[in-house]
């Protein structure tokens, strides 16, 4: 039965969808690779303003091409609320996120921020009232105990990056508090829409400040700063949510959000190869619980069960 739904899988084009999450998420994991070169030659507030300011007519030609122009219509009584929402997930998180790897390694930013599904729990266990199941709680204990094996490395000494690591605690938070008070918006709209909105404020909130900022003007950047800007708007922040956007819709979500632990894996070895970051067996240790503790709070919504369920409802 199950060598059926394999096969399955392979006619009907799903396996392609799965190979574009699992890009997705290892775009995802090498993005503070990115800014960590990027940051050898730019600024925190020019690294974030320029990567959403390039991406986002970009994803609305995407989106145009893909959806059509039905795909970009919203309620203007929904435009302040969304404007609201854009401010926190792309300034204000995404500001947090790049001061914090100017203070951290990749490798601690991408493990810690790997937290994120359980820092969202929390949020919506007090926002929404949605209840912490004791798998949730074990996973989100094993998650966190492994994030304290990366920070300290072992170690009773106060860790010499911790500033870093915590703005990237920061982060996770701001994030997970957009993604509970976006989900009214997300039930309203695709996910594409409200990602097309996003783009559009947070670019707009950031172009007034960027435009008076003091920056380097793109001609002088180098070959490395060039690379792993184009990387981050064009392979992190047009691709990757594209790829996402269409494995969510092909997929249910609970299938999509598995591939979440390519992420720490990706960015781990990524930050060795690229970056000469060291991986001591705390490391290994920490991202084991990180990634096992993700698997715990998920463990209810396992992939097969989840495949059986699409063969049911086609």
């Known amino acids: ?3 059926e739904q394999t096969e399955r899988i392979k006619n009907d084009g799903t396996l392609l969808v799965i190979m574009g999450l699992i890009l997705t998420n290892i775009f995802w994991g090498a993005s503070g690779v990115a800014v960590k070169i990027a ?3 730019l600024g925190t507030f020019e690294i974030v303003a320029l990567r959403f300011i390039a991406a986002m007519p970009l994803l609305i030609i995407a989106t145009m091409l893909w959806k059509g122009r039905e795909a970009l219509k919203i309620d203007k009584k929904d435009m302040p609320y969304i404007a609201i929402l854009a401010f926190m997930g ?3 998180e995404f500001l947090l996120q790049v001061t914090s790897l100017a203070y951290t390694t990749a490798t601690c930013f991408t493990l810690i921020f ?15 009232n ?6 949730k709680s074990i996973g989100a204990l094993l998650g966190f105990i492994g994030v304290t094996f990366i920070i300290t490395n072992g170690s009773l000494a106060v860790p010499t990056n911790l500033m870093g690591d915590g703005i990237a605690i920061m982060a ?6 957009y993604t509970v008070l976006g989900k009214p918006i997300n039930e309203k709209y695709s996910a594409l829409t409200v990602l097309n909105y996003t783009f559009i404020f947070g670019a707009l909130e950031l172009l007034p400040f960027y435009l008076i900022s003091p920056g380097l003007s793109p001609v002088e950047f180098t070959g490395s700063t060039w690379i792993a800007m184009v990387f981050l708007t064009i392979f992190c922040s047009l691709i990757a949510f594209l790829l996402y956007n269409y494995g969510t819709e092909k997929l249910p979500a609970s299938i999509a959000g598995m591939f979440i632990y390519v992420q720490p894996l ?22 084991f619980l990180i990634i096992y503790g993700i698997y715990e709070a998920e463990r209810r919504g396992s992939i097969i069960s989840n495949i059986k369920n699409v063969e049911k409802n086609r």
């Open 1 to 3: 039965m199950y060598e």
């Open 39 to 41: 940051q050898l030659q």
């Open 90 to 92: 792309i300034p204000l």
């Open 114 to 128: 790997s937290l994120s599904p359980f820092f969202i729990i929390f949020a919506s266990a007090i926002l929404i």
């Open 130 to 135: 949605e209840k912490i199941t004791r798998h």
């Open 172 to 177: 996770n938070i701001v994030w997970a508090l």
């Open 266 to 287: 990706s960015g781990v070895a990524l930050a060795a190869l690229v970056l000469g970051e060291s991986i001591t067996i705390y490391t290994i240790l920490g991202t």
